[in-house]
Nanobody, 124 residues
Framework: VQLQASGGGLVQAGGSLRLSCAASGQILSSYAMGWFRQAPGKEREFVAATGRNGVGIYYADSVKGRFTISRDKAKNTVYLQMNSLKPEDTAVYYC??????????????????WGQGTQVTVSS
């Protein structure tokens, strides 16, 4: 399984971007799929995820109400719609997939497969 993230770019504060993560090979429906981000000098942090078997959607408090994660099983693709972007959203965004249990949905170590990352830069 390989994950290919795309859709990053440069946007002004208040703008929007949609990230895509396409999976080659078969992503099991039982896998959770998530987005994480890492800003320079900071640790990788959880952004959003859909749970195993498509059950549940989870967001970091910092993005609730602004970001939306969705999953197209037929296309083996997960999306992250990002609205009302802020300069503090600037980071490399990574998609991930794995057999993650709910209690660990926000923990990077639980994900087995990772995309290469896509840069999101929000200017003030």
């Amino acid at each position: 399984v390989q994950l290919q993230a795309s859709g990053g770019g440069l946007v002004q504060a208040g703008g929007s971007l949609r990230l895509s993560c396409a999976a080659s090979g078969q992503i099991l429906s039982s896998y959770a799929m998530g987005w994480f981000r890492q800003a320079p000098g900071k640790e990788r942090e959880f952004v959003a995820a859909t749970g195993r078997n498509g059950v549940g959607i989870y967001y970091a408090d910092s993005v609730k109400g602004r970001f939306t994660i969705s999953r197209d099983k037929a296309k083996n693709t997960v999306y992250l719609q990002m609205n009302s972007l802020k300069p503090e959203d600037t980071a490399v965004y990574y998609c991930a997939a794995g057999p993650v249990i709910l209690s660990a949905i926000a923990t990077a170590s639980g994900y087995r497969h990772w995309g290469q990352g896509t840069q999101v830069t929000v200017s003030s």
